[in-house]
């Protein structure tokens, strides 16, 4: 039903930047939120940044001021800049795409994920 192709994953040295994207396809029906997760080996999966249709964004604690999370509607397509990154943020990072309806809740569709790993 759904597709998210994720992009933009890579080795960088700590302090550099990597933009990651993520084409979501197919029927975006009752599509609402999106939003980047990582796991880190051994680590539950976290939710690092998530954003709305209507542009609303909520980040974990660890990443505020260092990443931005954008959403090109007329694309389809969300967005994580991630600067000034840190060794701690190697992870395995996967696009969500979360269907919400009234009647039965929400259903959450998954990329394939892309690592990304910093180097210290």
């Known amino acids: 039903q759904v597709q998210l192709v994720e992009s933009g994953g890579g080795l960088v040295q700590a302090g550099g930047s990597l933009r990651l994207s993520c084409a979501a396809s197919?029927?975006?029906?009752?599509?609402?939120?999106m939003g980047w997760y990582r796991q880190a080996p051994g680590k539950q999966r976290e939710l690092v940044a998530d954003?709305?249709?209507?542009?609303?964004?909520n980040y974990v604690d660890s990443v505020k001021g260092r990443f931005t999370i954008s959403r090109d509607n007329a694309k389809n397509t969300v967005y994580l800049q991630m600067n000034s990154l840190k060794p701690e943020d190697t992870a395995v990072y996967y696009c969500?795409?979360?269907?919400?309806?009234?009647?039965?809740?929400?259903?959450?569709?998954w990329g394939q994920g892309t690592q990304v790993t910093v180097s210290s």
């Open positions: 197919g029927s975006l029906f009752s599509i609402n939120t």
């Open positions: 954003i709305t249709s209507s542009g609303n964004t």
């Open positions: 969500n795409a979360r269907r919400v309806r009234s009647w039965d809740g929400y259903y959450d569709y």
